[in-house]
């Protein structure tokens, strides 16, 4: 099995930064991409960003392109999301999740493993 334990979420103002850590352990060698997904109370969740196994390949929603950057330190078995400019529509519960392919996906069907979740508020 995998772990994912976010941490760094918080209140933070808007126009203000944030990065999020995901720590993986268990079997960290079957994990392949991993994402960022986010969920609003009534919502469904939602893609945010993903990064291939490699780190080369990178995506990301249109809402959180060029304000959020996602990036991998493959050593330490943690996936990170860097979010910058941020808005009160940004506010909601962040989760990581892993799969067991090295590509990218934008369906919460496709990650396996999921972390148990963490807040980020943006106060306007």
């Known amino acids: 099995q995998v772990q994912l334990v976010e941490s760094g979420g918080g209140l933070v103002q808007a126009g203000g930064s944030l990065r999020l850590s995901c720590a993986a352990s268990g079997r960290t060698f079957s994990i392949g991409a991993m994402g960022w997904f986010r969920q609003a109370p009534g919502k469904e969740r939602e893609f945010v960003a993903a990064i291939s196994s490699s780190g080369r390949n990178t995506d990301y929603a249109d809402s959180v392109k060029d304000r959020f950057t996602i990036s991998r330190d493959n050593a330490k078995n943690t996936a990170y999301l860097q979010m910058n400019s941020l808005k009160s529509d940004d506010t909601t519960v962040y989760y990581c999740?892993?799969?067991?392919?090295?590509?990218?996906?934008?369906?919460?069907?496709?990650?396996?493993?999921w972390g148990q979740g963490t807040q980020v508020t943006v106060s306007s």
């Open positions: 999740a892993a799969r067991n392919y090295a590509n990218t996906d934008r369906s919460t069907s496709e990650y396996a493993y």
